[in-house]
C-alpha cells in the first residue's frame, strides 16, 4: 500500500474551497522553492478536486500576495525579501541593449545614464524588449547597475532559426548575435520538418527566472539555410519586423475605396494646372513627396511641397493604423522593402505617380525675388503631377540644359543652394555620410558594389523637405500664446562631451586641431575637417569617427531643437508613407489649423519612443543587410588584391575598408609578417622587428583569403609593399 506523505488529504476524500486553499498554502509555504501547475498539486496532495478548483485557489493566493506566477502557467511561493527591496528601491522602465557576453545595458529616459545588468540578472529579457528595473549598487563603473523585475514588453515573437532534433525532441536555435538560446517546440509542426532547415519560430512561453529556454511553435519552414532571401527574411524577423500583414488588416484593405469623389476635391486647395513633378531613386515604387513651382502676377514666386496624404486613407484607430504605429517605419535592405503600409496604399492610392490624380497633404511658400518667404500655407490640396524623375534624369536636364522642365529645375536648384548656404552659416554641420549602392543580377546577387554620389538633384529635393518639416515645426510650436501645443519633434542633441573629447584628442595625433569650446565652435571645427578631408586622404578615416561622437536624432514631444541641423524647430512632415511619425504630425496638424487641439502628452511622448526604436532596429537591419551583401559580392574575389584603408586597430589585429566598394575585413595580427605593438590611443601599431608603423587612415594592399557569409566576416591578408 502507498505510503502518504503527512501533509497529503485522503485520496477518498474532495475539499471544499476552505480547506482546498488552506492545503495548497501549507503546501506551498512549505516547499517554498519548488513550482506547481494545478495538476501537479492533485497529485501531490492526492486529492479529487478539479484542475479548475485548484487553479482557482492558486488564482486567490495570488491576489492575496502569497504566490506568483510565472510565465509557463506554473505558482511559486513569492519571494518576501524582494518584494520588500522593490518598495525600498526606486524602479525605472527601459529598453535592453544586450551585448555579446549576455550582459545588458537598459536605456531609460528618466536616467541619464545606462544601467548595466549582468546576465544573471536580466530575468528572462531579451534584446530590445521593454523592461521595469530597480538600480541596486552604485560601483567604480561610469555608469548604475541593476537587475530587470519584469518584462513589461517582448521586441519580437518571431524568430527564425535553424532546427536541430535531439532524442526526437525538437529544438531551434535562433539567429543572431545576441540571441544564445535554444527554443524548445513541444508542439508537433503541422507542416513537415527536418534537421538543418530554417524555421519561423512564434514564442508561447517565454524565459523567465526559473525558465532558461523559451518555448515555441513553428510557423514556417523556409528551407534549408544557406539562401540569400532566406538570410534577407532572417534579418527582418530578428529584428522583431513581421513580414506579412494581419488578415484584418488585409480585410481592412478591401474596403478602401480607390475613387476620388468629386466632393473631396471641392474641399481642397486645387493645384492640378500647376507645373508638379516627383524625383526618386530610379528603383522607387512610392512616390510620396512631388513639387510644385509657379510663378505669381505680383512677382512672387509660390514653391510647393506636396505630401501623400496618408491620414486621409488611414482611419485613426483602425487595424491598418494600430499595424502601422506597431511597425512605425518601411524597412530597406539592399534587395527589398518591407513597407509600413501595404502596397495598395503605398505604391497606389497615395503614391504621387505621373499623369493621376492624387491627394496630398501640402507646405506652400510665396517667396520673393530674394527667396525669402513672405507667406506659408499648410492645408489639404489635390494635384496631378506633370513628370516623374528619376534623380539621375533630373540632373540629366541641369547639366545638359535640355529635357523636360528645364527652367522650373533649375530655379529651383537655385532656391535649393540658398537655403543650404544659408542653413551651414547658422551653424549646420556638414557631414554625408558615403551611402554604399549596389547593382544586383536577377537572383539578386551584387555585380558591382559602389558609393552613391550626392549630385544638386538629390541635394533640391532635400533642402525643400528640411524647409517644410522646419516650417510645421515652426507653426506648431508658436500655434497658441496660450501654454505648448504638444507635438511631435524630430530633435538632435548636442555630442556627447567624453566621447568628443576622445575625438579631439585622436584627432590632433593625425594632425587636426579641434575646438570644441562650445556648440558652435564644435560645429564649426566638424565642417572644417570635412573640407579638410576632400584634400587630405588621411583626415577622411576622422569623418566616420567624428559622427559617432554625435547623438543620435530621436523623436520626442519636448523640442529641443535640432543641433546637427541648427534649426531651433524641426519635425518629420513629408514622408507619411514610410513613417508614422509624419502620419502622426500630420493629424495634429490638421487639427490645429483652424482650432485650437492639445493631445496627451504623456501618450504622446510614449509614441515618439517607441517609433524611436522601431527607427534605431530598422537601420540596424539595413546595415545587416549591406554587410551581408558586401560580403557575397567579395565572395566571388578571394584570391585578388585590393587597395585599402586602415579603418580600426583593436588588440586582435586591423580593420580594413577597401576604398573601391567600402567592404571592411579584419586581419588579425597572428597572420601579419611581425609580431606589432599596439600604442594606447590604438591609432597605431608597431613592428617589433622591423619599426614599420600601421596607422588609422593608412593606405595597404590586401588579399582576400575567405568570406563567412553566415557571420558576414571577410578575411584578408597584409601585403607587404
Same mark, same amino acid.
Given at each position: 500500500?502507498?505510503?502518504?506523505?503527512?501533509?497529503?488529504?485522503?485520496?477518498?476524500?474532495?475539499? %471544499?474551497?476552505?480547506?482546498?486553499?488552506?492545503?495548497?498554502?501549507?503546501?506551498?509555504?512549505?516547499?517554498?522553492?519548488?513550482?506547481?501547475?494545478?495538476?501537479?498539486?492533485?497529485?501531490?496532495l492526492d486529492i479529487n478536486n478539479t484542475k479548475d478548483s485548484v487553479e482557482q485557489s492558486l488564482v486567490v493566493l495570488k491576489e492575496e500576495g502569497l504566490l506568483e506566477k510565472l510565465n509557463d502557467g506554473r505558482y511559486v511561493l513569492k519571494d518576501k525579501n524582494a518584494q520588500t527591496r522593490k518598495k525600498t528601491l526606486k524602479t525605472y522602465e527601459g529598453t535592453v541593449d544586450m551585448t555579446r557576453t549576455?550582459?545588458? /545595458?537598459?536605456?531609460?529616459?528618466d536616467l541619464k545614464e545606462d544601467v548595466y545588468v549582468p546576465a544573471k540578472f536580466l530575468n528572462g529579457a531579451l534584446n530590445r524588449d521593454k523592461v521595469s528595473i530597480e538600480v541596486f549598487h552604485m560601483t567604480n563603473r561610469r555608469?548604475?547597475?541593476?537587475?530587470? &523585475?519584469?518584462?513589461?514588453?517582448?521586441?519580437?515573437? =518571431?524568430?527564425?532559426?535553424?532546427?536541430?532534433?535531439?532524442?526526437?525532441?525538437?529544438?531551434?536555435?535562433?539567429?543572431? &548575435?545576441?540571441?544564445? /538560446?535554444?527554443? /524548445?517546440?513541444?508542439?508537433?509542426?503541422?507542416?513537415?520538418?527536418?534537421?538543418?532547415?530554417?524555421?519561423?519560430?512564434?514564442?508561447?512561453?517565454?524565459?523567465?527566472?526559473?525558465?532558461?529556454?523559451?518555448?515555441?511553435?513553428?510557423?514556417? #519552414?523556409?528551407?534549408?539555410?544557406g539562401s540569400s532571401d532566406i538570410e534577407m527574411k532572417t534579418i527582418l524577423i530578428n529584428q522583431g519586423f513581421e513580414l506579412e500583414f494581419p488578415q484584418e488588416v488585409l480585410d481592412e484593405l478591401k474596403g478602401i475605396s480607390t475613387e476620388i469623389h468629386p466632393k473631396e476635391i471641392a474641399q481642397r486647395r486645387d493645384f492640378r494646372q500647376i507645373t508638379t513633378f516627383t524625383i526618386d531613386p530610379f528603383n522607387a515604387k512610392d512616390f510620396d513627396d512631388a513639387l510644385s513651382i509657379q510663378h505669381l502676377d505680383n512677382g512672387l514666386i509660390e514653391i510647393g511641397v506636396h505630401i501623400a496624404d496618408v491620414s486621409h486613407?488611414?482611419?485613426?484607430?483602425?487595424? *491598418?493604423?494600430?499595424?502601422?504605429?506597431?511597425?512605425?517605419?518601411? #524597412?530597406?535592405? #539592399?534587395?527589398?522593402?518591407?513597407? *509600413?503600409?501595404?502596397?495598395?496604399?503605398?505604391? +497606389? &492610392?497615395?503614391?504621387? $505617380?505621373?499623369e493621376e490624380l492624387k491627394l496630398t497633404y501640402s507646405a506652400v511658400f510665396t517667396m520673393d525675388s530674394n527667396y525669402r518667404i513672405t507667406d506659408k500655407w499648410f492645408g489639404r490640396t489635390v494635384i496631378y503631377s506633370d513628370k516623374r524623375f528619376t534623380y539621375e534624369e533630373a540632373q540629366e536636364v541641369m547639366d545638359t540644359g535640355h529635357g523636360p522642365f528645364l527652367e522650373e529645375l533649375r530655379e529651383m536648384n537655385t532656391i535649393a543652394k540658398f537655403y543650404r548656404k544659408q542653413r551651414f552659416e547658422n551653424g549646420a554641420i556638414d557631414f554625408e555620410s558615403e551611402e554604399v549602392q549596389f547593382i544586383l543580377d536577377e537572383?539578386?546577387?551584387?555585380? %558591382?558594389?559602389?558609393?552613391? +554620389?550626392?549630385?544638386?538633384? =538629390?541635394?533640391?529635393?532635400?533642402?525643400? *523637405?528640411?524647409?517644410?518639416?522646419?516650417?510645421?515645426?515652426?507653426?506648431?510650436?508658436?500655434?497658441?500664446?496660450?501654454?505648448?501645443?504638444?507635438?511631435?519633434?524630430? #530633435?538632435?542633441?548636442?555630442?556627447?562631451?567624453?566621447?568628443?573629447?576622445?575625438?579631439?584628442?585622436?584627432?590632433?595625433?593625425?594632425?587636426?586641431?579641434?575646438?570644441?569650446?562650445?556648440p558652435d565652435k564644435i560645429a564649426e571645427s566638424f565642417n572644417l575637417l570635412s573640407k579638410r578631408a576632400k584634400d587630405n586622404e588621411n583626415l577622411q578615416v576622422l569623418e566616420p569617427l567624428a559622427i559617432r561622437t554625435m547623438s543620435k536624432a530621436v523623436y520626442s514631444s519636448d523640442n529641443i531643437g535640432h543641433y546637427g541641423l541648427a534649426f531651433q524647430y524641426y519635425s518629420h512632415f513629408t514622408s507619411p508613407i514610410r513613417r508614422y511619425s509624419d502620419v502622426i504630425a500630420h493629424r495634429l496638424l490638421e487639427k490645429n489649423l483652424k482650432d485650437i487641439y492639445k493631445t496627451d502628452k504623456a501618450l504622446l511622448e510614449a509614441q515618439c519612443i517607441h517609433i524611436s526604436l522601431q527607427e534605431r532596429k530598422a537601420m540596424d537591419a539595413e546595415r545587416e543587410s549591406i554587410k551581408y551583401k558586401q560580403t557575397e559580392y567579395i565572395e566571388k574575389y578571394v584570391g585578388s588584391v585590393f587597395e585599402g584603408r586602415i579603418s580600426g586597430i583593436i588588440d586582435r589585429g586591423i580593420f580594413i575598408e577597401l576604398i573601391a566598394n567600402k567592404c571592411e575585413g579584419m586581419i588579425p595580427f597572428d597572420? *601579419?609578417?611581425?609580431? /606589432? =605593438?599596439?600604442?594606447?590611443?590604438? &591609432?597605431?601599431? $608597431?613592428?617589433?622587428?622591423?619599426?614599420?608603423?600601421?596607422?588609422?587612415?593608412?593606405?595597404?594592399?590586401?588579399?582576400?583569403?575567405?568570406?563567412?557569409?553566415?557571420?558576414?566576416?571577410?578575411?584578408?591578408?597584409?601585403?607587404?609593399?
Open positions: 500500500m502507498k505510503k502518504k506523505s503527512p501533509e497529503s488529504a485522503p485520496a477518498s476524500k474532495k475539499l %471544499d474551497s476552505i480547506a482546498l486553499k488552506a492545503e495548497v498554502a501549507r503546501l506551498m509555504i512549505r516547499s517554498p522553492k519548488k513550482l506547481y501547475s494545478a495538476r501537479q498539486i492533485i497529485k501531490r549576455g550582459a545588458g /545595458f537598459i536605456k531609460c529616459p555608469r548604475p547597475e541593476g537587475q530587470v &523585475l519584469e518584462v513589461i514588453k517582448r521586441a519580437t515573437e =518571431h524568430f527564425i532559426g535553424t532546427v536541430y532534433i535531439n532524442k526526437r525532441r525538437i529544438i531551434v536555435a535562433p539567429d543572431g &548575435l545576441y540571441n544564445d /538560446f535554444d527554443i /524548445f517546440i513541444d508542439e508537433q509542426p503541422e507542416m513537415p520538418v527536418s534537421a538543418g532547415d530554417k524555421v519561423i519560430v512564434k514564442i508561447a512561453i517565454w524565459p523567465g527566472p526559473r525558465r532558461v529556454n523559451p518555448v515555441g511553435k513553428i510557423t514556417e #519552414v523556409l528551407g534549408k539555410a486613407y488611414i482611419e485613426e484607430g483602425s487595424a *491598418m493604423d494600430k499595424d502601422a504605429y506597431h511597425r512605425s517605419t518601411s #524597412v530597406y535592405l #539592399v534587395d527589398r522593402v518591407l513597407p *509600413m503600409l501595404p502596397e495598395k496604399i503605398s505604391n +497606389e &492610392l497615395c503614391s504621387l $505617380r505621373p537572383k539578386g546577387v551584387p555585380v %558591382d558594389v559602389f558609393v552613391k +554620389e550626392r549630385k544638386d538633384a =538629390h541635394m533640391l529635393v532635400e533642402e525643400f *523637405m528640411l524647409l517644410a518639416n522646419k516650417e510645421v515645426s515652426r507653426f506648431m510650436a508658436t500655434r497658441s500664446e496660450a501654454g505648448e501645443i504638444p507635438f511631435i519633434y524630430r #530633435v538632435h542633441d548636442t555630442p556627447n562631451i567624453e566621447k568628443l573629447s576622445d575625438f579631439a584628442a585622436f584627432a590632433a595625433e593625425l594632425g587636426y586641431k579641434m575646438d570644441i569650446s562650445t597572420r *601579419m609578417y611581425e609580431p /606589432f =605593438h599596439i600604442e594606447e590611443s590604438r &591609432l597605431k601599431a $608597431r613592428g617589433l622587428a622591423s619599426g614599420k608603423i600601421l596607422k588609422m587612415g593608412d593606405k595597404v594592399k590586401v588579399r582576400i583569403l575567405d568570406t563567412d557569409l553566415v557571420k558576414r566576416q571577410i578575411e584578408m591578408e597584409l601585403l607587404e609593399e
